[in-house]
């Protein structure tokens, strides 16, 4: 293609709305909650382990007197900070939800989309990982601290 034949092509960006959303909330919405829950699973399995087993013999109740309280404390901040990021990422999906036409099939053989797909598997990863959280935290109300 000649030099000034260029100006009749026209390229679009693969992210036309980008600029709707900052970098830093997809990436808050990717990640705050497997980064929650990891803080939670890390955590909690410490704190149960040193609380239960300080030495060389495990003990029937743990050193702490609030050491279901605490645990439970981490897991509802775990579970506030994956909605957050839940959250964020519907807001950035809902900002650019008509980024570029056509269904996802559609969209993944052309590479376009990438900001509201960011955003969605934003959602998902949130949805996902606070089941998980929660799980984690019901198991507080289900298995025995010291044993």
């Not at 693969?14 to 909330?25: D, F």
């Not at 239960?52 to 003990?59: A, E, F």
């Not at 964020?88 to 376009?112: I, K, N, Q």
């Amino acid at each position: 293609m000649a030099p000034e034949d260029l100006s009749q092509v026209s390229i679009k960006h693969p992210a036309p709305h980008r600029h709707r959303v900052s970098l830093a909330a997809l990436f808050f919405g990717l990640a705050a909650a497997p980064a929650a829950w990891n803080a939670q699973l890390l955590i909690s399995a410490a704190l149960s382990a040193h609380a239960c087993y300080p030495r060389d013999v495990p003990l029937a109740l743990p050193i702490w007197s609030g050491l279901w309280w605490i645990l439970l404390a981490i897991g509802a901040a775990g579970m506030a900070l994956a909605i957050a990021g839940g959250l964020v990422s519907w807001r950035s999906w809902r900002l650019t939800f008509e980024e570029a036409p056509g269904s996802a099939h559609h969209l993944l053989d052309l590479g376009e989309g990438r900001t509201r797909f960011l955003a969605m598997f934003g959602v998902l990863a949130s949805f996902l990982f606070a089941l998980a959280l929660l799980f984690a935290t019901a198991a507080v109300f289900v298995v025995p601290l010291c044993r």
